[in-house]
């Protein structure tokens, strides 16, 4: 369905408050950014501003919506006779052989992950992000199979695999923070997800065994 022209400028009026804060963060830190300040420089008052953003944190994190749906799409898409495991590990090496924002591995995907590390506000809205995609996997989960409400199965499963997708954007992003070229991160980053999407679709149970005692 056509979006109307009322639509239409509600949505412009909301992509550029949001392309004005995120200049606004890039160039001066998130913290030192006032919702006044992004109002003048939108061009729109404060009270427009909180219309379309309920925070000023919101307004770093303006994809959200989209960001926390993310984890349901791939499983809503994934492919006849595919696990979830292995549809994730599919879209995990997609991005990174495209470079795509969906893990941070887009140019400039490590500016916005050294913004998150230098405002505690940022920070613990990413760790609510983080949250809420887990509660929306677990919920399609259960929905898909018809799990029963005490069954903790689906929310144990997604918290395993994104913990996984996190762990290895994680170490991607510290090493591009520390200026590595993305030629040199990408081989090494695929290693590191081939084995950690191994131990998931294997199981981890066998791993790190305390090895037995040689008898005498």
């Not at 939108?42 to 303006?62: I, M, P, R």
Request: proline share 3%; hydrophobic share 45%; charged share 30%.
């Amino acid at each position: 369905m056509d979006e109307t022209l009322r639509e239409r400028k509600k949505r412009e009026t909301r992509e550029r408050i949001a392309d004005v804060a995120m200049g606004l963060f890039l160039a001066r830190g998130f913290d030192n950014v006032t919702v006044a300040e992004v109002a003048r420089a939108a061009d729109v008052s404060v009270n427009t501003v909180f219309n379309y953003f309920g925070t000023k944190e919101d307004l770093f994190a303006d994809r959200q919506e989209l960001a926390v749906d993310l984890p349901q799409q791939v499983l809503r898409e994934r492919e006849p006779g595919e696990g979830v495991v292995r549809a994730f590990r599919r879209d995990f090496l997609d991005a990174l052989d495209t470079r795509h924002w969906r893990y941070g591995f887009n140019l400039g995907g490590d500016i916005f992950a050294r913004l998150v590390s230098e405002s505690p506000a940022l920070t613990a809205k990413v760790r609510e992000l983080h949250v809420e995609r887990e509660l929306g996997l677990a919920r399609a989960l259960a929905e898909e199979l018809e799990a029963d409400p005490d069954d903790l199965a689906p929310h144990v499963v997604a918290a395993q695999i994104l913990d996984t997708t996190r762990i290895l954007s994680g170490y991607a992003l510290t090493r591009m923070l520390a200026g590595e070229a993305w030629e040199t991160i990408a081989p090494d980053l695929r290693t590191q997800a081939e084995t950690a999407f191994g131990l998931l679709e294997s199981g981890i149970g066998g791993y790190c065994v305390r090895p037995l005692q040689a008898a005498g």
